[in-house]
């Protein structure tokens, strides 16, 4: 299971970790760099629901808090087999909001052992342009990056006039677009809150433009404020998402019989195409969402509520192509981490040849080793 179409590097013994638990879902990968980027050697997903109900009671559940920690003692054992010697662990809307998030984070360190890290939206949106920045169309001038998510949904505008046009991204691109980020914001609704906005988290049809007008009233302050609608009409921009909503959606318009990664990270969207799906979707109860493969029983009483977010985006944002990741967060603190070590290496590597040129003792031997690389 790769995430680069290199092979690892043999001489790399660093193993990252990265864990992302939202508030419907616990992802984890673990990996090892790679010449542009990391090589994916263990994953894990499952559906929790961490989230379910707080938004009304302001606290997790304890049914919701037994399946999370049950998922993350599967990701403890993984990353304790891999022998993860770095990782970043992150805990999103869900317990930044609940009044007992600081109590779930102690219980998962005692019961589990992970240091869960609570993270701020603005991190967390970040994180997210940096896990799918190679996915980025280096020929438009703008693009918009959103993450819908469970309790909250993040939007990114980038200038991409502003940045680096390079032919591949490096792994340290990946740190470098956030330079290109010219506004942002983030929702605290996602499919979970919205859909117990509307009454149920088993919403029908009906409710469907009610949830839409909503969001679009929530999105149009923000482009407004930035002028993001008229920098697309003058400009080449795209969408580009990361989320379980816009992933289910390409699963459906390809007609897959199961999902399949390979087909959907990275395939190209029409706006018009993404309507005809959610009308689908939004003609459908509960049970006939459930029996589409790509969607199950699982995200069915979510996915209207996600149709509905990228049905106001559209309309606050009316450009002709999306791009569909299935990649984000876990991806951006991979990515984060190795670069930042292969930073520092090289900050220390040229140090230290530095201090080893100014000696004046240094043999002969020594200067020849150091001008073909650093002494470590």
């Known amino acids: 299971m790769s995430r680069s179409a290199d092979a690892p590097e043999a001489s790399s013994s660093a193993i990252y970790g990265a864990l992302d638990l939202g508030t419907n879902n616990c992802r984890l ?54 022998g993860v010697t770095r990782s970043r662990l992150v805990a999103t809307e869900a317990c930044r909001i609940a009044k007992n998030g600081p109590d779930f ?8 052992g992970l240091s869960l890290e609570i993270i701020g939206r603005e991190t967390e949106a970040r ?38 046009r390079a032919r591949r991204i490096s792994i340290e ?53 930035n002028g993001i609608g008229a920098k697309i009409a003058s400009a080449d921009t795209h969408l580009l998402g990361t989320s379980g909503t816009v992933t289910t959606i390409a699963g459906v318009y390809l007609g897959l019989a199961e999902y399949t990664r390979a087909k959907v990270d990275g395939c190209w969207l029409s706006t018009d195409s993404i309507r005809e799906v959610s009308a689908r979707i939004a003609g459908m109860n509960w049970a006939e969402r459930a029996a589409q493969p ?26 002709n192509s999306l791009r569909v990741a299935d990649r984000g967060l876990r991806e951006g603190i991979l990515a984060t981490l190795i670069a930042e070590d ?17 000696d004046p003792a240094l043999s002969a031997h020594d200067e020849a080793r150091a001008k073909s690389g650093p002494i470590l």
Do not use: H
Not at 134 to 155: M, N, R, V
Not at 295 to 319: F, K, S, Y
């Open 342 to 358: 292969a930073i520092r290496e090289r900050g220390l590597a040229e140090k230290n040849v530095g201090k080893l040129r100014l």
């Open 127 to 164: 994180l997210a342009v940096s896990g799918c920045a190679s996915l980025i169309d280096k020929q438009s001038d703008y693009a918009l990056i959103f993450d819908i998510g469970g309790g909250s949904s993040e939007f990114v505008w980038l200038n991409l006039r502003t940045g680096r």
């Open 173 to 225: 691109d990946r740190l470098r677009i956030q330079d290109c980020i010219e506004a942002w914001t983030s929702l605290p609704f996602g499919v979970v809150t919205l859909a117990e906005r509307f009454g149920s988290s088993r919403a029908e049809g009906f409710q469907f433009e009610d949830m839409v007008r909503f969001v679009q009233a929530e999105l149009e302050p923000f482009s407004r404020a």
């Open 29 to 82: 990968l673990v990996a090892r760099p790679s010449r542009r980027g990391f090589f994916v050697i263990d994953a894990f997903s499952r559906i929790i629901k961490l989230g379910e109900g707080v938004s009304m009671s302001g606290v997790l559940s304890e049914e919701a808090i037994a399946r999370t920690i049950e998922a993350l003692k599967v990701c403890s054992a993984k990353m304790n087999r891999r």
């Open 294 to 319: 790509c969607i199950g029983a699982e995200r069915a009483d979510l996915i209207l509520a996600g149709c509905a977010i990228m049905e106001a985006m559209i309309r606050v944002w009316p450009v």
């Open 105 to 112: 984070i102690a219980r998962v360190k005692r019961e589990t």
